[in-house]
Antibody
Framework: QVQLQESGPGLVKPSQTLSLTCNVS??????????WTWIRQHPGRGLEWIGC???????YYNPSLRSRVTISVDTSKNQFSLKLTSVTAADTAVYYC???????????????WGQGTLVTVSS | QSVLTQPPSVSAAPGQKVTISCSGS????????VSWYQQLPGTAPKVLIY???KRPSGIPDRFSGSKSGTSATLGITGLQTGDEADYYC???????????FGGGTKLTVL
């Protein structure tokens, strides 16, 4: 079965770029029909969908973050990545990668999830 | 403020049944599928229900989902102490063009 694992710096300075990677094991990221997703959870709060990308390159972003977010796929490494620019303390959160099977508008249920990684934005 | 409204907390005794509501609008729950997630303390969320009322393989039938109009409900029967967790609903919002989640409900099994 597919497993996901996030990796990246746990501390990012304000105004810099947050970069995270999600490694996919147990299956190929090139398998069609999956939207590879990032979701975050601010400390003690609810979930916020950041966006997702299909193997084809089609991507979908939360409008509230679109201007600062890029999600990309690296098929050679079987992983996908998140870049969030111009971060502030408000971007401090646990970041999860997850997978959606099918159309993100219709089939927007996430399974599996990575374990999550805490990113703190602080100088 | 979350687009989908859930009660902050619910509680019930072991063996009892509990329901968790998720209220939205025609732009989200009213016209899109709802999913439900369980987040045990210190862990990632796990899907319990998708497409309003379907259970993924491995999810016991103690968990059920339903939808009526612009509201959805998660039901849990035969409560166990291991069910203590935060529960979230989620769906697509056609007006906002994004996935939206409820604020989460903390279940306490007394």
């Amino acid at each position: 079965q597919v497993q996901l694992q996030e990796s990246g710096p746990g501390l990012v300075k304000p105004s810099q770029t947050l970069s995270l990677t999600c490694n996919v094991s147990g299956g190929s990221i090139s398998s069609g029909g999956y939207c590879w997703t990032w979701i975050r959870q601010h400390p003690g709060r609810g979930l916020e969908w950041i966006g997702c990308i299909y193997y084809s390159g089609s991507s979908y972003y939360n409008p509230s973050l679109r201007s600062r977010v890029t999600i990309s796929v690296d098929t050679s490494k079987n992983q996908f990545s998140l870049k969030l620019t111009s971060v502030t303390a408000a971007d401090t959160a646990v970041y999860y990668c997850a997978r959606v099977k099918g159309d993100i508008v219709v089939d927007n249920w996430f399974d599996p999830w990575g374990q999550g990684t805490l990113v703190t934005v602080s100088s | 403020q979350s687009v989908l409204t859930q009660p902050p907390s619910v509680s019930a005794a072991p063996g009892q049944k509990v329901t968790i509501s998720c209220s939205g609008s025609s732009s989200n729950i009213g016209n899109n599928y709802v999913s439900w997630y369980q987040q045990l303390p210190g862990t990632a969320p796990k899907v319990l229900i998708y497409d309003n009322n379907k259970r993924p393989s491995g999810i016991p039938d103690r968990f059920s989902g339903s939808k009526s109009g612009t509201s959805a409900t998660l039901g849990i029967t035969g409560l166990q102490t291991g069910d203590e967790a935060d529960y979230y609903c989620g769906t697509w919002d056609s007006s906002l063009s994004t996935v939206v989640f409820g604020g989460g409900t903390k279940l306490t099994v007394l």
